[in-house]
C-alpha cells in the first residue's frame, strides 16, 4: 500500500508561480505512476498532469501546457511545478498513485491512493 501526502499549497497572485510536491511512502511507490488532481469549489476534481512510473512520459490537461510542469525524482517526490496561474486554477491540488497494472492516464479510477491534498488560493 502507498501512502501520499501533499504539501506546498499556498496563496500566489495571479499570473504567479507555485511548487506543489508529493511525497509517497511504501515499498512499491517507484513502480507507481503518479497524478495530479484539482478540484475547484462547486466543481468536479479535474486532471493537471501525471507522470509515468519511470519518469520517462509525461502527460498534461490542455490548460495546463506549456504552463505546468511535472517531475519525479529517484526518490520518493512528485513536483508539480505551475507558472502563470490563474484565477480558475485555485483549489484543492491532490496527488495520487496508479498501480502497475492500471498505468498512467486521466481518469480517476486509474488511482488507487490519495492524498488529502492541499490548497491553493490565487488572487486577482
Given at each position: 500500500?502507498?501512502?501520499?501526502?501533499?504539501?506546498?499549497?499556498?496563496?500566489?497572485?495571479?499570473?504567479?508561480?507555485?511548487?506543489?510536491?508529493?511525497?509517497?511512502?511504501?515499498?512499491?511507490?517507484?513502480?507507481?505512476?503518479?497524478?495530479?488532481?484539482?478540484?475547484?469549489p462547486g466543481?468536479?476534481?479535474e486532471f493537471?498532469?501525471?507522470?509515468?512510473?519511470?519518469?520517462?512520459?509525461?502527460?498534461?490537461?490542455?490548460?495546463?501546457?506549456?504552463?505546468?510542469?511535472?517531475?519525479?525524482?529517484?526518490?520518493?517526490?512528485?513536483?508539480?511545478?505551475?507558472?502563470?496561474?490563474?484565477?480558475?486554477?485555485?483549489?484543492?491540488?491532490?496527488?495520487?498513485?496508479?498501480?502497475?497494472?492500471?498505468?498512467?492516464?486521466?481518469?480517476?479510477?486509474q488511482y488507487?491512493?490519495?492524498?488529502?491534498?492541499?490548497?491553493?488560493?490565487?488572487?486577482?
Amino acid at each position: 500500500q502507498v501512502h501520499v501526502v501533499e504539501s506546498g499549497g499556498g496563496l500566489v497572485q495571479a499570473g504567479g508561480s507555485l511548487t506543489l510536491s508529493c511525497a509517497a511512502s511504501g515499498g512499491m511507490f517507484s513502480s507507481y505512476s503518479m497524478g495530479w488532481f484539482r478540484q475547484a469549489p462547486g466543481k468536479e476534481r479535474e486532471f493537471v498532469a501525471a507522470i509515468r512510473w519511470d519518469g520517462g512520459r509525461t502527460y498534461y490537461a490542455d490548460s495546463a501546457k506549456g504552463r505546468f510542469t511535472i517531475s519525479r525524482d529517484n526518490g520518493n517526490t512528485v513536483n508539480l511545478q505551475m507558472n502563470s496561474l490563474k484565477g480558475e486554477e485555485a483549489g484543492i491540488y491532490s496527488c495520487a498513485a496508479s498501480p502497475p497494472t492500471a498505468g498512467v492516464g486521466n481518469f480517476e479510477t486509474q488511482y488507487g491512493y490519495w492524498g488529502e491534498g492541499t490548497q491553493v488560493t490565487v488572487a486577482s
